[in-house]
């Protein structure tokens, strides 16, 4: 049998709490801003990405998306596949790199970025 480590009152207690974080974390403590709010991913990481053949990817686990910055999804993916030494010799290159992409999508849609703003977000989010 499992034993409890909390009591019925203390789970109650930190489910009633859990709604208020939501609103803290992603509304007032990160709140979104513009241009650099999308709709996230909100878990993503290696277990949450598929590849496929013709380069083609899927996610899964969208059940906390959210709108807020991109880098939100960005900094997670690197802070859990990447060391803090990794981050530090390479950050700029994972960056740049990211900031290529993003640019080229934005581009297309007819919205300019810079390198310069991608790092700021980063950095804000880090």
């Not at 803290?24 to 990405?49: C, R, Y």
């Not at 059940?63 to 803090?84: A, E, H, I, K, N």
């Not at 950050?91 to 790199?97: A, I, K, V, Y």
Request: glycine share 4%.
């Amino acid at each position: 049998t499992i034993q409890r480590a909390c009591s019925k009152d203390d789970i109650t207690r930190l489910m009633n709490a859990s709604k208020h974080l939501y609103e803290f974390f992603n509304k007032k403590m990160f709140p979104p801003q513009e241009p650099s709010a999308v709709v996230t991913h909100g878990d993503f990481h290696m277990w949450n990405v598929a590849f496929g053949s013709k380069d083609s990817v899927k996610f899964f686990d969208l059940q906390v998306s959210r709108y807020t910055s991109g880098m939100t999804d960005v900094q997670q993916y690197l802070s859990q596949t990447t060391t803090p030494e990794t981050r530090k010799i390479h950050l700029d290159e994972f960056l740049t790199s990211y900031s290529q992409g993003f640019h080229q999508s934005c581009e297309e849609l007819g919205i300019l970025e810079t390198k310069e703003k991608v790092s700021n977000e980063y950095k804000r989010l880090a």
